[in-house]
């Protein structure tokens, strides 16, 4: 079975998570079954930026999802490599607090257990990062990440699109991440063709 699964940590930009799993048809197009994993600040961040009391509950609503899980979901599939053969995955938001723990592969959360496995097994995955300025430090964990394997994506909006809203903007992020993943989409005006 291919898997996407979509990690969401409390760095800010939780909208651009949820904007995500607003797509999973379109990922559906490529992969059998969408889950998520929610770590605990995520869920205060979704409360702070976007009003959103209970994100697990949030995301609930979208039938598209298979499957989510919290941060200590320690018996979830999803904790051992050999459920992971054929998933990919995205952390977007993508905290540094994540980066720097993945880059020195702690492993003391589902999310971060499951990042861990899917570098191991060589499959995609997206990291969106949404933090600046970058300290010497988050340049040299992504760069370890990097090298890794992992896909470097920071949140960096292009205006070539001509952006009128600030969905547009979010948009653009959400159709990177898609073409990270080889998911056809048209979310986004691509360079010279607007």
Known sequence: MKRIIVGITGASGIRYAVKLLDMCPLMKRKYDEVNVIVTNNAKLVARIEEGIDDIIEHLRKNNCIEKIYGEKD??????????LAYSDMVIIPAS???????????????????????????????????ETPLSTMDLKN??????????????????YSKPKTLDDIVLF??????????????????????
């Open 74 to 83: 320690w018996f979830s599939p999803l904790s051992s490599s050999s459920n």
């Open 96 to 130: 540094m607090n994540t980066v720097a723990k993945l880059a020195t592969s702690i492993q003391d959360n589902l999310l971060l257990r499951t990042a861990a496995s899917i570098m191991r097994l060589h499959r995609k995955l997206v990291i969106v990062l949404r």
């Open 142 to 159: 992504l760069y370890i990440l990097s090298m890794g394997g992992a896909i470097i994506l920071p949140a960096s909006p292009a205006f």
């Open 173 to 194: 992020i959400v159709g990177k991440v898609l073409d990270s993943l080889g998911v056809p989409h048209n979310l986004y005006c691509r360079w010279m063709s607007c």
